[in-house]
């Protein structure tokens, strides 16, 4: 079952690049953009993860923290961190639970799918944007909600 728009983001508890366990509820009080992507230093994930690299600021500005998840290990995030300067954290998904959870999968459940969620500061998902191939669309839409939600 997917996770829908007005629907309260499941918590989760997963590894860092580092190791370091990170759960959502540790954000509560900022809002949150969790994007799930397939595979750490693919040519698509790649152009996603420096999209959001480059709006980091951005995103910050808006209150909200950007954390990336994959089934990549640890040490693949990292080495993916350090090879593209990426400012934010990617979380391990080791057999998926946590994407199956969101119900971010693809085509007929066999790929992995590249579905980014808004979280609001209340851990309310505000806006979920699923697209394979609109790598940059992930970015602008998610920094969009944010700042409909900073005037609403």
């Keep these: 079952m997917a996770v829908k728009v007005g629907d309260t983001a499941p918590d989760f508890t997963l590894p860092s690049q580092n190791g370091t366990p990170v759960s ?4 509560r009080g900022k809002a949150v953009v969790l994007y799930f992507y397939p595979k750490d230093d ?11 690299r480059d709006q980091y600021e951005v995103f910050k500005t808006a209150g909200a923290e950007v954390i990336g998840v994959s089934g ?6 990292q080495k993916f961190i350090t ?5 934010f954290t990617l979380l391990s ?11 971010a999968t693809a085509a007929f459940g066999l790929f992995p799918g590249r579905v980014t969620y ?5 851990g309310v998902v505000r806006y979920v944007f699923d697209s394979m191939f609109n790598f940059k669309g992930h970015v602008e839409e998610a920094l969009k909600t944010l700042q409909q939600l900073q005037t609403a």
């Design 24 to 27: 959502l509820r540790d954000f």
């Design 42 to 52: 693919t040519p698509g994930c790649t152009a996603e993860s420096c999209a959001f």
């Design 72 to 77: 990549d290990s640890p040490e693949s995030h």
């Design 83 to 87: 090879k593209y300067q990426l400012p």
């Design 93 to 103: 998904d080791k057999g998926d639970q946590v994407r199956k959870q969101y119900g």
């Design 118 to 122: 808004v979280i609001d500061n209340q």
